[in-house]
């Protein structure tokens, strides 16, 4: 058993154990005084009795985990609980009413208001504003809306009890007909916190959002950085448990892992504002107000379901945009079908980018599957020193390192590291390895696939 149903349990019981005693003092001090307030507090008490007992059942029963039939969990059965004592609160009620307006009518009473009257009274008071207390404590501090409907009713007892204690001061002084109104006020009195009571209770079994919750979720949600925006929100009190579905947008050009994180944020931010929180997070990509050409051409080709394109560039002439990149295409493609995809890019492109002048793609193919390679630096020295001595042949290449070849079938595919002159620009390396590149396809036909890591000397 957790701490916190535990907790929640020992005030609950609490609770019945307070009412067992203030019901059986009740009710021998009204019956040795007749007097009717009194007896109407001991039918009140017992009803109380009742309604704890009720409210330590469905706290022992609400924190119940999620099982097959109840997928969200047994929270509800706190708010049916409390739907039962208003019912019963309503009841009890009437029946205060109607006996103090037939003692009215009928002028038959006879009442002793004695110093137990008043000393039955003034614990009721005192254990009443103790309970109430300790109920509201743990009803706070847990969110349980049983322990809080108890801790309600039990803060109206104190002013229940404070009328009729008016009531016995009234019959001392000759005024017998007041404990009889002191009675309906009594009646009146708990009518209309039932009447509180009950709407909460109805509201929760409606699944009725607590005011200012749905405003404070979705604010609390947007502050949460890479969010652009809450598109929904669906907020269901259960118990002590709110279950929270939201969708939010966030930007389609960011990557999935960073995305995720976003989405843990949101949860952590929700659980900040309602520990008890249960969370789903939805999200759906974005376009951003402030996304580039590229950014717009790299999500085109992703959607087509193809890799991320290279050697992307994005050139402006007056206005004008003049696009060219590298997209792959998955080995085993007819050159028609591989056309018909960049058609499509091309289109959708045309129709999301404005004032697209040409755009021109270069088709490339890839096999998606990792094949069975073979190591063979060693065993293919010759080969390896003739690759060595082109790269170095280049003057702009100082020294070769990491070679290494590795063979699938008749080809091979080369991975090196040239050292070049850390003078250089970006731009002037980038050249020098692709013409670099260029000769070694030329030179060695056997080569499939070739990587060149430059390192600055």
Known sequence: MSSAVAEKKTVALSSVLAALFLTGIKLVVGLQTNSLGILSEAAHSALDLISALLTYGAVAVADKPPDEEHLYGHGKIENVSAFAETILLVFTCAWIIYEAVKRLISHETHIEANVWAFAVMGIAIVVDLGRSRALTAIARKHHSQALEADALHFSSDVWTSAVVIVGLISVSLGYYWIDAVAAIVVGFLVLFVSYRLGKRTVDALMDRVPKGLYESMVNAIRSVEGVEEVRSIRLRPSGSKVFVDTTVAIRRTIPFERAHSIMDNVERTVHALHPNADVVVHAEPSTSADETV????????????????????????????????DIEYQKGKSFIEAHAIADEVEVAIRNEVRGVDKVTIHMEEYDPHEGRFADVSEEERALCEQIRAALLADGRVRECSALTLLKVGDTYNLTVTCHVDKTKTLDEVHTIIAEVESKLYRTFKQLRRITIHAEPV
């Open 294 to 325: 590229v950014d717009k051409v790299r999500m085109i080709v992703l959607k087509k379901g193809l890799r991320a394109p290279h050697n992307l560039e994005v050139q402006n002439v007056d206005g004008r945009y003049f696009i060219d990149f």
